[in-house]
């Protein structure tokens, strides 16, 4: 195998027709070069310079080599540059996905301090909500996700770095004219005979399973991703709600009240990663922003 250092040999030898002229240029001894020639020569398995007295010549192989070896160390070079500056954080890219709550509070945290602290790092983002976010991360089409999970979920993520976040809390929405808006609590139980709005499938099934284990199954008239549109039902009074506080922080909700909810759900928030990419230094500073996020 033909090294690069071997090649900077090589060129300062055909640049300055001898051995020691190119030693003196390369900064190391003559006999160092020219054993660095042999090797060089080995490996092409041909001769690369022709010796005659005190002066070098370069054979056809050699021409060959010299030929491509300026443009072979160019890009190294312009390689071993790069790979800096993204080891130094002046460069670098992100692919970030996250479901919907989080792109719109700990997201905009998290990437307004990493671009104020590295800005010559890029982060692309994308919504989707786990296990869809994490399959994306597992097939290499993000490198971080955000994603969030209920309970335990076993060996669900074994085989990924999770940064834990936070512990979100699902509180109630009711219409304002309901008859626990004034509670500040109520039991999942009081709502047995209620309409109810659920959000993301992964969440439906969460407010299914609470609702069986208060002893009724929820009779579920809408169903939305969008928290918005959620909230814009409860109010218009079309039915009962829980979402995460998370959620409630980016909108502004009217005609409703928020009621804790007993026994507590919550959800805990977490951000994912590839083992390998935790130790890319952009990777590795996305992370850290994110937990400072939430934080705050």
């Known amino acids: 195998m033909i090294e690069a250092r071997h090649l900077r040999v090589l060129r300062a030898v055909a640049a300055t027709g001898s051995f020691s002229a190119a030693a ?6 003559q006999p160092a070069v020219s054993q660095q020639m042999k090797a060089l020569e080995t490996s092409a398995g041909t ?13 056809q192989a050699g021409e060959v080599l010299v030929r491509h070896a300026s443009g072979i160390l160019a890009g190294l070079t312009a390689a071993e540059e790069e790979i800096a500056a993204i080891a130094g954080l002046r460069a670098g890219r992100v692919r970030l996905v996250s479901f919907p709550s989080g792109s719109s509070t700990l997201v905009p945290t998290a990437l307004a301090a990493l671009r104020a602290a590295h800005p010559g790092t890029r982060v692309s983002l994308v919504d989707a909500e786990p296990p869809r976010s994490v399959e994306m991360l597992r097939e290499g089409d993000c490198d971080v996700a955000l994603a969030f999970r209920y309970g335990t979920a076993g060996a669900e993520w074994d085989d990924l770095v999770v940064r834990p976040l ?9 219409p304002e004219g309901h008859r626990l808006a004034g509670a500040e609590s109520a039991a999942i139980g009081d709502l047995t005979d209620e309409p109810w709005i659920a959000g993301c499938p992964r969440c439906r099934r969460q ?9 009724f199954t929820p009779r579920i008239d809408f169903a939305t991703d969008d ?7 409860v109010g218009a009074g079309l039915g009962v709600a829980v979402l995460p506080e998370l959620a409630l922080e980016s909108v502004r909700p009217k005609g409703v009240r928020t009621i804790a909810v007993t026994p507590p759900v919550v959800r805990e928030i977490v951000a994912l990663t590839l083992p390998d990419l935790s130790q890319v230094p952009a990777v590795a500073a996305t992370l850290d922003q994110l937990t400072l996020a939430a934080r705050r």
């Open 166 to 174: 936070l512990t979100d809390r699902l509180v109630g929405l009711v």
């Open 47 to 59: 001769p690369l310079l022709i010796r005659t007295g005190r002066e070098m010549r370069l054979t």
């Open 24 to 29: 003196r240029e390369l900064g190391c001894t």
């Open 207 to 215: 407010l299914v399973e609470v609702c069986e284990e208060a002893g």
């Open 227 to 233: 928290y918005p549109a959620v909230i814009g039902l």
